[in-house]
């Protein structure tokens, strides 16, 4: 299956650098990534890549920073993880399988942009990963699967962000098993009302 990665932080190279090593055995050819463009960074604003688009180019993987690129790839799948960017509709529908998303929550719950600050922050006793098909809203669309984990109480940005990885990465895996095997992966709609 042709899978087009879609991302930028740290974290995002992080499964990134799963799906690249465990390729052969989920049946998957990363054909390209998308992330934004190089940026200033740090006190001297020097440009430079993001961490993502640094591991791609490491693995011999075409880099861009146009979504648009979808449109010539022949992509099946897109999956995406912090990208930075609000993903609209006639892109969303471009890859056979559309936008797969991994969202470090268990939405509907803290949807946005700090989805694993907030339930250390708030004192939260569990947090975790849900995989969802993405609609054009923001951490709207339907869920494909979600996995909860617990919080320790000496928990750290670092240690929850291991932690999501490793959750992440099976969340895919199992996903992809599935969508292996049909035409479609079953999905569940959010309960809105509950959204945070």
């Known amino acids: 299956m042709k899978i087009a990665y879609i991302g930028t932080p740290t974290l995002s190279a992080a499964i990134l650098e799963k799906l690249i090593q465990h390729a052969e055995e989920l049946g998957i050819e990363i054909t390209n990534v998308i992330t934004q463009p190089d940026m200033p960074v740090g006190r001297k604003q020097i440009v430079t890549p993001s961490p993502v688009k640094v591991l791609a180019l490491q693995n011999g993987i075409p880099v861009s920073h146009d979504l648009q690129v979808l449109t010539t790839e022949n992509t099946e799948l897109a999956l995406l993880f912090a990208f930075g960017m609000i993903i609209p509709q006639k892109v ?3 890859p056979t399988h ?3 998303n ?3 929550s268990l939405l509907p719950a803290y949807r946005g942009a700090s989805p694993i600050t907030f ?3 708030l004192g939260d006793k569990d947090s ?3 995989l969802m098909k ?3 809203d923001l951490d709207h669309g339907p869920i494909i699967e979600q996995a909860a984990f617990n919080i320790p109480e000496d928990a750290s940005r670092g240690s929850i962000e291991k932690e999501v990885v490793s959750i992440a990465f ?3 895996s199992n996903g992809l098993g599935l969508l292996s095997k049909e035409e479609n992966v079953n999905v569940v709609q959010q309960n ?3 959204a945070t």
């Open 134 to 136: 993405m609609d054009a």
């Open 92 to 94: 969303l529908d471009i």
């Open 102 to 104: 991994i969202h470090p």
């Open 170 to 172: 099976k969340l895919i």
């Open 119 to 121: 339930p250390i922050f």
């Open 128 to 130: 975790g990963v849900t």
């Open 192 to 194: 809105h009302e509950l």
């Open 98 to 100: 559309g936008f797969w």
